[in-house]
């Protein structure tokens, strides 16, 4: 190899390396502006919002992208939810809560394995299949809340009840993104 063919190998490797820095960059103003103005026409754009900046691997702000990302942080707290019920389950010996508990702790893990497939099938494309999987993954979440009026008639305990008003929260913003998708 000559030393012309050594020069164009080196300034080809400086120049794929500057490439590569560059499309690691941090989150740009113009970015955070437009996921913000997204997020503010959702029903919850606090928590649309925070989830999405949280998600530091996401490429771009396009619908798609930050449709998984609430989708992602749904999964997230519904993963929390069965954690909690079943941690409940597993340290109680009252008949009727223990019942309760298993209840939600099944439900939380269906809404939970429901909401994986919802993310595989927005990696596809297929948004339509993805938005009835978080729905069917709600329809659970209040198959958990009716488990403890029906066996127990008891309140929700508190730290469950907030990852699964979080896990609602993060729905009505995911309902908004659904409908720029279909």
Not at 36 to 54: A, G
């Amino acid at each position: 190899m000559d030393i012309k063919g050594i020069a164009f190998t080196i300034v080809t490797q400086i120049f794929l390396l500057v490439f590569l820095l560059s499309a690691s960059k941090p989150v740009k103003a113009d970015d955070k502006t437009f996921v913000r103005k997204l997020c503010d026409q959702t029903l919850e754009p606090d928590v649309c919002l925070n989830c999405i900046l949280s998600d530091t691997g996401r490429e771009s702000s396009n619908v798609s992208n930050m449709t998984y990302s609430i989708l992602f942080c749904m999964y997230s707290q519904t993963t929390y939810a069965h954690q909690c019920a079943d941690h409940l389950y597993q340290n109680t010996a009252a008949v009727r809560l223990k019942t309760t508990y298993r209840v939600c702790r099944d439900t939380m893990l269906s809404a939970s394995n429901t909401l994986w497939d919802g993310l595989t099938k927005i990696e596809v494309s297929d948004y339509k299949s993805a938005h009835v999987l978080a729905r069917m993954a709600h329809l659970d979440l209040l198959q958990c809340v009716f488990a403890f009026r029906k066996y127990a008639d008891v309140p929700v305990p508190a730290e469950l009840l907030s990852y699964m008003v979080q896990a609602k929260r993060l729905l009505d913003a995911a309902q908004f993104m659904f409908l720029l998708l279909d």
